[in-house]
Nanobody
Framework: QLQLVESGGGLVQSGGSLRLSCVASGSALDYYVIGWFRQVPGKEREGVSC????????YYGRSATGRFTISADLAKNTVDLQMNNLKPEDTAVYYC??????????????????????WGQGTQITVAS
C-alpha cells in the first residue's frame, strides 16, 4: 500500500520561495503519476503540477506555469515541488497524490478526485502580502 507524506509548507512573504517534498513508502514510484494539488476552503481541490515517473513528462496547471517546477528523485522515492515568486493567491493546503494508468495532464485536470487512490495528509502554505 502506497503511503505519501508531504513536508515543506509554511509561511512566506509574497515573492518568496518554498520547496515541498512528497516522500513515498510502501511501493516504488516507477509506474505512477505523482501530482501536487491544492485546496482553499470552500473551493474544489485543483491540480497544480503532475509528473509521469516512467517518462519524466511534466504537466503544469495555469497557476504553476513559469513559477513552479516539479521533479522526482527515485533513489529517495520523493517528488518535490519548487515554488518561486509565490503570491497570496497561492495560499492553500497542498496535497501530494498518486495514481496509475493515467496521464499527467489527465490526472492534474480531473474533476473526479475520488478516482485518485493515494493522497497525503496535506501541508499548509500561507503567502503573506
Amino acid at each position: 500500500q502506497l503511503q505519501l507524506v508531504e513536508s515543506g509548507g509554511g509561511l512566506v512573504q509574497s515573492g518568496g520561495s518554498l520547496r515541498l517534498s512528497c516522500v513515498a513508502s510502501g511501493s516504488a514510484l516507477d509506474y505512477y503519476v505523482i501530482g501536487w494539488f491544492r485546496q482553499v476552503p470552500g473551493k474544489e481541490r485543483e491540480g497544480v503540477s503532475c509528473i509521469t515517473i516512467g517518462s519524466g513528462g511534466r504537466y503544469y496547471g495555469r497557476s504553476a506555469t513559469g513559477r513552479f517546477t516539479i521533479s522526482a528523485d527515485l533513489a529517495k522515492n520523493t517528488v518535490d515541488l519548487q515554488m518561486n515568486n509565490l503570491k497570496p493567491e497561492d495560499t492553500a493546503v497542498y496535497y501530494c497524490a498518486a495514481q496509475q494508468w493515467v496521464t499527467g495532464p489527465s490526472m492534474c485536470a480531473t474533476n473526479r478526485l475520488s478516482e485518485i487512490p493515494y493522497w497525503g495528509q496535506g501541508t499548509q502554505i500561507t503567502v503573506a502580502s
